[in-house]
């Protein structure tokens, strides 16, 4: 694995400037919130540097490459093109940059939709995308402060969020966020 500097360059030109700036704060948000709550800091950094790396690849350019590393997508994958730079870039990150660790690979892959069981690892990629310095949508304040509190908070707010999002656009939901929410809910919020 490189260091964080050497995946800054290797981003730079897939990027536009303000994605650019938005994996350097999150490559932060994420390093403190590893931090923080115990994950592993470098970690951490990488996956948020790396985590949006194909997202400015034009659409018709990410479904080829898709095709390229088999990756099948279902109806709601489809539909949803916010989801596919996700998927891209988790294969992209072992195809192309020879990353090995299941775990950062993982924290890529899921940092849109969230799953059932997520590592600490994974939650601190999903949370740091929501509160990095360059975010400023309504009610990033709130996530803010739940991040401060504890994870699960944080991860409550989080999908909570993204199901709001798009439930209210009528847009479909991936099923990794349906369990996710099931899971935390039941767990951290019924009595
Ligand atoms: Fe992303
Ligand atoms: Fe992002």
């Known amino acids: ?23 350097v704060c999150v490559c932060k948000s994420a390093g403190a919130l590893a931090k923080k709550y115990g994950a592993d800091v470098h970690k951490a950094e990488i996956a948020g540097i790396l985590h949006d790396i194909m997202k400015d690849v034009p659409p018709e350019e990410q479904l080829k490459m898709m095709t390229r590393y088999d990756i099948v997508l279902s109806d709601v994958e489809r539909s ?11 294969a992209y990150l072992e195809n192309e940059l020879q ?3 299941r775990d950062i690979l993982n924290a890529v892959r899921y940092h849109t939709t969230a ?7 994974e939650k601190v990629l999903f949370i740091a ?17 739940a991040a401060q509190i ?5 991860m409550v707010e989080g999908i909570t ?16 966020t349906i369990s996710a929410y099931n899971q935390i809910i039941l767990k951290y919020k019924q009595n």
């Not at 504890?150 to 944080?154: F, I, Q, T, W």
Request: proline content about 5%; some cysteine; charged content about 35%.
């Open 150 to 154: 504890s994870l699960e908070e944080a």
């Open 99 to 101: 990353i090995t660790d």
């Open 80 to 90: 949803a093109q916010k989801l596919w730079h996700a998927m891209l870039g988790a």
């Open 161 to 176: 969020f993204n199901i709001l999002d798009l439930a209210g656009c009528y847009r479909p939901i991936h099923p990794d």
């Open 129 to 145: 995308d929501f509160i990095s310095d360059d975010r400023d949508y309504p009610g990033v304040e709130k996530m803010r402060r």
């Open 1 to 23: 694995m490189k260091t964080v500097e050497e995946y800054k360059k290797i981003i730079r030109p897939f990027l536009g400037d303000k994605r650019y700036e938005h994996s």
């Open 115 to 121: 799953r059932e069981n997520m590592t600490l690892l």
